[in-house]
């Protein structure tokens, strides 16, 4: 370290210990936007920015229940290290964790000095600066949904919904909320100081939704990714689940993450708008859509990244089920809201909320891009609540089938780098396989009395 990075770590400790803070928090998200961390006590922060915190790099490639998969660069290297450095301006103290304040963590790989291949923080990194490189600077806003579950020994995943609510899509208070969660949350995510801007309850029982404010790619991606940490941290401290699982019940439907995306140029003025061109979009707007819908099968492997992701998907659900777009149209895969001029955007509503957000943050921007420099138009937008299949496209129905298409889809796997591309493969084809051999519930219900 420099003499002034030195002197710099010196000033944050002595701000940290005059705020009462003895421990820091280092976190960066893994290949499935989960959050990785350490707790450093506070005399050892200058060693931790110096030399970096070691972790195992097949942290990366560990699987929900702990299987280290066989990813390149892991298991077949030895088990090498990463190491973590704490970026210091992103502390903040942790609202409901007297003492402790957290920072993201800067992921090196120590043997060549680059960003760790997997690290999903740096390749958004890359995909905003290639937009850069043509004078786009993408805004993006994230709106979440989840779940919320109290502990109930009597159900086969040991959880049940909070509340069984019916009809409380947009609503507050405790009418479909009987602890006050929301209220709670929100203020607390609040003094985190992640941009969140509202919430209500979601469409069923128990489901909520969040809005973080939009801006910089990059700095929109830390936020959801240090929102749903803080969600679910939140709820355990209460002895609940909060789940960003897609669709976690039968009886309900799924939890979207919707991404509203735009670009402004050099000068910050919003290059999606131009009143006097075809629906009020730009044309870099209009190939934007044409580029998510082009590269849309492929974009589902990011943006549904989980077996469970396309029981989320059909029709009359409020999430995709075709490849298409339409003007406030909420049927569509991509919808145009009604805003224009500053507000002019796409929202894509392709995501469900076990993205990782940094991936499909990424994907989309690069199949924007890619539509942008292809310079193709859209096909005429859907009209009316449409799922007709003479029309669109189907998205892929599996997981394996969207890995498939992202494989297939060179122009956006070359966006994405070769090794980044691989080590997602075969982290998700192993999902795929665990899968295939499981025997689940639903095979037993069916079949065990009657065959
Ligand atoms: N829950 C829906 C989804 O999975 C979205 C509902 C809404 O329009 O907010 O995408
Ligand atoms: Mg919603």
Not at 53 to 66: D, E, I, M
Not at 109 to 116: I, L, S
Not at 172 to 193: C, E, K, S, V, Y
């Amino acid at each position: 370290m420099s003499a002034s990075d030195t002197a710099a770590v010196q000033r944050h400790l002595e701000r940290l210990a005059a705020q009462g803070i003895d421990v820091v928090r280092v976190t960066y998200p893994d290949l499935i936007g989960t959050e990785r961390a350490r707790d450093v006590l506070l005399d050892h922060l200058p060693a931790a920015a110096g030399h970096g915190l070691a972790f195992c790099r097949a942290v990366y490639h560990t699987s929900p229940r702990g299987d280290v998969v066989p990813v390149t660069g892991g298991l077949d290297a030895g088990l090498p290290d990463i190491r973590v450095r704490p970026d210091l301006d992103t502390l903040t103290p942790l609202p409901w964790e007297p003492g402790v304040a957290a920072c993201l963590g800067e992921v090196t790989d120590p043997v060549t000095g680059q960003p760790a291949p997997e690290s999903p923080r740096d390749l958004l990194r890359t995909v905003v600066d290639r937009c850069r490189a043509h004078g786009l600077h993408p805004v993006v806003g994230p709106e979440l949904e989840y779940f919320l579950c109290d502990p109930d020994p009597d159900t086969p995943g040991g959880w049940r919904r909070y509340s069984e609510a019916t009809g409380a899509v947009y609503t507050a208070g405790l009418r479909a909320d009987p602890g006050n969660h929301l209220l709670r949350t929100l203020r607390l995510l609040r003094d985190l100081g992640i941009g969140a801007s509202g919430g209500n309850h979601e469409f069923d029982g128990s489901q909520f939704e969040i809005n973080l404010t939009h801006g910089d790619a990059l700095a929109a991606a830390d936020r959801a990714f240090r929102f749903k940490s803080a969600v679910k941290e939140l709820a355990r401290k209460e002895g609940r689940l909060a789940t960003f699982m897609a669709k976690p019940f039968n009886e309900a439907g799924g939890s979207g993450f919707h991404l509203h995306l735009s670009a402004t140029d050099d000068t910050g003025t919003n290059t999606f708008a131009d009143p006097s061109a075809p629906y009020g979009l730009s044309a870099t707007a209009r190939h934007a859509v044409a580029g998510v819908l082009a590269h849309a099968p492929a974009l589902a492997a990011l943006a549904n990244p989980t077996v469970n992701s396309y029981k989320r998907f059909g029709p009359d659900t409020l999430a995709p089920w075709l490849i298409d777009w339409g003007l406030d149209n909420r049927s569509a895969m991509v919808r145009i809201p009604p805003e224009r001029a500053s507000g002019a955007r796409l929202e894509l509503r392709l995501g469900d909320a076990s993205a990782n957000p940094y991936l499909l943050i990424a994907g989309t921007i690069a199949a924007a891009l890619l539509g942008i420099l292809a310079g193709e138009e859209p096909p005429t937008p859907l009209e009316g609540y449409g799922y007709d299949t003479a029309r669109s496209a189907l998205l892929p129905a599996t997981l394996p089938a969207a890995l498939d298409a992202l494989e297939e889809d060179t122009e956006l796997t070359g966006v994405l780098g070769k090794d980044f591309t691989a080590s997602y493969l075969t982290y998700k084809r192993d999902e795929v396989a665990r899968f295939r051999r499981h025997v689940t519930d639903w095979e037993f219900t069916e079949y065990a009395y009657h065959l």
